[in-house]
Nanobody, 115 residues
Framework: QVQPVESGGGLVQAGGSLRLSCASSTPTNKIRAMGWYRQAPGEQREVVAMIHRGGGDNYADPVKGRFTISRDNAKNTVYLQMNSLKPEDTAVYYC?????????WGQGSQVTVSS
């Protein structure tokens, strides 16, 4: 299987917005969930948001009300719209695809929020 391909990320001031995208080559009918994790320096990787096959989604408490996850099934792409960014959101963000064949990870995208 081919690694999911991420795009987006970058440097933004606090209060700003960024959007991450992740395209998967896994057939749609085999995907159970897609989503995003993040890992800050010296910290463990943590879940940010997931969207499931049936359309339900869930968010980590620190990002609720600020981040929105969405999915384009026709393009096998998942998005993470990040608004009202805070310095503590600074991390490497990893796309994840959970399918019938296991879990795949994207290459990671750096998000840096300056104060």
């Amino acid at each position: 299987q081919v690694q999911p391909v991420e795009s987006g990320g970058g440097l933004v001031q606090a209060g700003g917005s960024l959007r991450l995208s992740c395209a998967s080559s896994t057939p749609t009918n085999k995907i159970r969930a897609m989503g995003w994790y993040r890992q800050a320096p010296g910290e463990q990787r943590e879940v940010v948001a997931m969207i499931h096959r049936g359309g339900g989604d869930n968010y980590a408490d620190p990002v609720k009300g600020r981040f929105t996850i969405s999915r384009d099934n026709a393009k096998n792409t998942v998005y993470l719209q990040m608004n009202s960014l805070k310095p503590e959101d600074t991390a490497v963000y990893y796309c994840t695809v959970l399918s019938d064949d296991g879990m795949q990870w994207g290459q990671g995208s750096q998000v840096t929020v300056s104060s």
